[in-house]
C-alpha cells in the first residue's frame, strides 16, 4: 500500500474534483433507449486488449452488473463496442498507483479531465449498494455526485473510502494479473512511466 492513499485528498486526478470549488452542472437527457443485450436479466462480459508503449500486454474481461446498474452497463458495454460511433478503443489508463486503482479512460482529451457518456455527456450516479471490497472491483470516476461520463477505475486493493461517491458497477472477470502488470507502470501521483492503452475493446 502506498503512504496516503487512504486518504483520497492525497490523490490528483479524479480524486482532485473532490477539493475544488463546488458548481451548477447541467444534465442531459437519459432516457436513451436500452439494448437488448442489457436486460435485467443478462450480465454481458465485455474485453480490453492493454498494449504498453504499443507493445501487448495481456487481456483483461469484466462482468457488468447490468440487474443492478442497467444504465451504467449500457453506457460501459457501448463505449467497449464503439455501437454508438465513439469507443474506448485507442484510448490511455492516464492514472495507475500501485495498491489502488488504475484508470482511464479519457477519449476526448487524452488525459484526466474529459470524456464522454452515451448520454450526451454526465448522467446521474444509479445507486451505491455495491462497495470497494477489493481488487478487481469496476467502478465510476466521477467529479462528484451525477457527474459519471466514460472514465472508470479498476481496484487492485479494497477502498471503501470511495464507498457512496463511486458507482461499483462490475469486476474483472480474467486477467488480474494483467491489471497487476499495468501497476508496475504507475507511480505515487498517478503517471504512467509507460504508455498503457486499450488496443481493442469489445462484448465476448
Known sequence: ???????????????????????????????????????????????????????????????????????????FHALSTGEKGFD???????????????????FTRLNDTGGKSIYREKFEDENFILKHTGPGILSMANVGL????????????????LDGKHVVFGKVKEGMKIVEAMERFGSRNGKTSKKITIADCGKL
Open 1 to 75: 500500500m502506498l503512504a496516503g492513499t487512504c486518504n483520497p485528498s492525497y490523490l490528483g486526478g479524479w480524486v482532485r474534483p473532490y477539493l475544488l470549488k463546488k458548481r451548477e452542472r447541467g444534465f442531459a437527457d437519459t432516457t436513451a433507449t436500452r439494448s437488448s443485450v442489457l436486460s435485467a436479466t443478462v450480465n454481458p462480459t465485455v474485453f480490453f486488449n492493454i498494449a504498453v508503449n504499443g507493445e501487448p500486454l495481456g487481456h483483461v474481461s469484466f462482468k457488468l452488473f447490468a440487474d443492478k446498474f442497467p444504465k451504467t452497463t449500457e453506457n
Open 88 to 106: 474506448y478503443k485507442g484510448s490511455c489508463f492516464h492514472s495507475t498507483i500501485a495498491g489502488f486503482m488504475c484508470q482511464g479512460s479519457d
Open 146 to 161: 451525477n457527474t459519471n461520463g466514460s472514465q472508470f477505475f479498476i481496484c487492485t486493493a479494497q477502498t471503501e473510502w
